[in-house]
T-cell receptor
Framework: GDSVTQMEGPVTLSEEAFLTINCTYT??????LFWYVQYPGEGLQLLLK?????DKGSNKGFEATYRKETTSFHLEKGSVQVSDSAVYFCALQGGSEKLVFGKGTKLTVNP | DAGITQSPRHKVTETGTPVTLRCHQT?????MYWYRQDPGHGLRLIHYSYGVKDTDKGEVSDGYSVSRSKTEDFLLTLESATSSQTSVYFCAISESGRGTGKRGETQYFGPGTRLLVL
């Protein structure tokens, strides 16, 4: 079945550091790919998404490119801020309406 | 923000008691979902609904039932709560889902219900 593997955390960075959170997937067909973010004490919210190969999703300085050849959707940000501290989830949507989530990566950014 | 509320937000109950969690939406979205979030597991789908009285099982449905009698409400019931059901429960909604030709449909999440079963 469909699955998502993302790098285990926690990840701790200093403010203005470069961020990469790796995400790879296994799916049949051509899934849509997502990054969701969960701030402390809140529900998940969509950060960005891509629906076909080579698409780049971007939002709030975060980017991820849908790489079909490597089945990856790595999340990047050039300069993180303290306010980016959160848990980040990679997810895919295959042939149905269901989302399959990775286990989440907790990011802490220190001033 | 999508209009999704969950109630209660926090609940402590004892093993063997029934528990019902409510999700209410004001967006008139067709699809509604219940997930549980546990450390080391991410989010796992319990049940979902694709319309009034239309529901289906997710990945971890054992011990849970759902009902949807109105578009805006989706109830999750633990018939006899167990300690393994201690978790944070999230409701989500999406506009259209499968069969509409829309790829990458966004799901919008509620604030969560923290359930402790003693």
């Amino acid at each position: 079945g469909d699955s998502v593997t993302q790098m285990e955390g926690p990840v701790t960075l200093s403010e203005e550091a470069f961020l990469t959170i790796n995400c790879t997937y296994t799916a049949t067909g051509y899934p849509s790919l997502f990054w969701y973010v969960q701030y402390p004490g809140e529900g998940l919210q969509l950060l960005l998404k891509a629906t076909k190969a080579d698409d780049k999703g971007s939002n709030k300085g975060f980017e991820a490119t849908y790489r079909k050849e490597t089945t990856s959707f790595h999340l990047e940000k050039g300069s993180v801020q303290v306010s980016d501290s959160a848990v980040y989830f990679c997810a895919l949507q295959g042939g149905s309406e269901k989302l399959v989530f990775g286990k989440g990566t907790k990011l802490t950014v220190n001033p | 923000d999508a209009g999704i509320t969950q109630s209660p937000r926090h609940k402590v109950t004892e093993t063997g008691t029934p528990v019902t969690l409510r999700c209410h939406q004001t967006e008139n979205h067709r699809y509604m979902y219940w997930y549980r979030q546990d450390p080391g597991h991410g989010l796992r789908l319990i049940h979902y609904s694709y319309g009034v009285k239309d529901t289906d099982k997710g990945e971890v449905s054992d011990g849970y039932s759902v009902s949807r009698s109105k578009t805006e409400d989706f109830l999750l019931t633990l018939e006899s709560a167990t300690s393994s059901q201690t978790s944070v429960y999230f409701c989500a909604i999406s506009e259209s889902g499968r069969g509409t030709g829309k790829r990458g449909e966004t799901q919008y999440f509620g604030p969560g219900t923290r359930l402790l079963v003693l």
